[in-house]
Nanobody, 124 residues
Framework: QVQLVESGGGLVQAGGSLRLSCAAS????????MGWFRQAPGKERQFVGG????????YYAESVKGRFTISRDNAKNTVYLQMNSLKPEDTAVYYC?????????????????WGQGTQVTVSS
């Protein structure tokens, strides 16, 4: 059974940084495009960014562009989300997701596997 496990969430003040990790198992990780999504209470799941299966291409939501960076280490079966200059509106549960090798999609239903999420809270 495929597992995606996020870690690194927590409470941080506005302007601070966090680095989320997503470790994959029972998955040919290097063959999957990875995405990061977030969901705030009462809101729909929102695309944050994604990285192609080889890591050569990254895509970001406009709201995080220039502040967040996605990277992956295929040798460690792990994808990362570096979040800088955090804002209170970044508060949400953050999820990583995987889809077969294809362009990064902003649509949650196009991802086959999901992690359980990690809470990020940014205080003002």
């Amino acid at each position: 059974q495929v597992q995606l496990v996020e870690s690194g969430g927590g409470l941080v003040q506005a302007g601070g940084s966090l680095r989320l990790s997503c470790a994959a198992s029972r998955l040919t990780f290097s063959s999957y495009t990875m995405g990061w999504f977030r969901q705030a209470p009462g809101k729909e799941r929102q695309f944050v960014g994604g990285i192609s299966w080889r890591g050569g291409s990254t895509y970001y939501a406009e709201s995080v562009k220039g502040r967040f960076t996605i990277s992956r280490d295929n040798a460690k079966n792990t994808v990362y989300l570096q979040m800088n200059s955090l804002k209170p509106e970044d508060t949400a549960v953050y999820y990583c997701a995987a889809r077969p090798p294809a362009v990064v999609s902003t649509t949650p239903r196009e991802y086959n596997f999901w992690g359980q999420g990690t809470q990020v809270t940014v205080s003002s």
